[in-house]
């Protein structure tokens, strides 16, 4: 009877756990992909809108010195953070006016639905939760908890951000994006108040320096935003 050697059998698992971690990953990918186009079927601007926001939330993740598990988190929460607005009617969704109260409610608890569903899924537990707080103020004032500063978990500061920079600057049917300058202004003027003022400094470091790029993505031209 052949005998393994002990080399030989440790070889034999340390390949078996990789192929493991290969199908693990390749399971998260789809999962994530599967959900985008969940997105893009619901509304095509929000799809498209959170791939940017995954290229943007890395840059500004990878400049803060996040650690490999963070990023993963970061990814996952940028690209899906509005997951949970495949609960809320398309009347409020593509309402080209302002919503009523009842409305406005009912929007915000698209963060709260998105937290539902990915929390059942294994491994996405911890982006789940930054995807719950990625409405939360710097100042407390956000929701749907009310978190304050470091309270609020770093991803969901970074996705806060950069969600709202390029709502900013994005073109919608009923409304044309901003300029590029106003959408700095804004974001400088609620830095420390609706934004974390060292997220807003990360981004705004390198989105100054491509602006081009930028402008390219969200779907306004350069001319007009200057």
């Known amino acids: 009877m052949l005998?393994?050697?002990?080399?030989?059998i440790e070889a034999a698992e340390s390949l078996k756990v990789k192929q493991v971690e290969e199908q693990v990953s390749a399971l998260r990918t789809s999962v994530i992909c599967a959900f985008n186009q969940l997105l893009d079927l619901k509304d095509l601007n929000?799809?498209?809108h959170s791939t940017r926001l995954a290229e943007w939330g890395m840059r500004v993740g990878q400049e803060?010195?996040?650690?490999?598990?963070?990023?993963?988190?970061?990814e996952i929460a940028a690209l899906l953070h509005d997951i949970g607005k495949v609960g809320i009617p398309d009347?409020?969704?593509?309402?080209?006016?302002?919503?009523?109260?009842d409305e406005y409610a009912l929007m915000k608890k698209h963060p709260e639905y998105g937290w539902?569903?990915?929390?059942?899924?294994?491994?996405?537990?911890?982006?789940?939760l930054d995807i719950l707080h990625h409405h939360e103020s710097f100042?407390?004032?956000?929701y749907p908890a009310g978190l304050k500063e470091t309270e609020v978990p770093v991803v969901s500061r970074i996705v806060s951000v950069i969600d709202a920079f390029d709502a900013m600057v994005s073109s919608?049917?009923?409304?044309?994006?901003?300029?590029?300058?106003?959408?700095?202004?804004?974001?400088?003027?609620?830095?420390?108040t609706q934004f974390d003022p060292v997220v807003v400094q990360c981004f705004l470091s390198f989105a100054?320096?491509?602006?081009a790029g930028v402008f390219a993505a969200a779907g306004t031209s350069v001319s007009s935003a200057l």
Request: charged fraction near 25%; hydrophobic fraction near 40%; charge should be positive.
């Open 208 to 211: 100054q320096t491509e602006m």
């Open 46 to 48: 929000t799809g498209v």
């Open 139 to 142: 100042d407390g004032k956000g």
């Open 3 to 8: 005998t393994l050697s002990p080399a030989v």
């Open 172 to 192: 919608r049917p009923y409304r044309k994006g901003l300029p590029f300058e106003e959408a700095v202004r804004r974001l400088i003027l609620a830095s420390g």
């Open 91 to 101: 009347a409020i969704l593509r309402k080209p006016g302002k919503l009523e109260a």
């Open 64 to 74: 803060l010195g996040l650690e490999e598990p963070a990023l993963q988190n970061l």
């Open 116 to 128: 539902a569903v990915l929390r059942m899924l294994p491994g996405f537990e911890r982006a789940a």
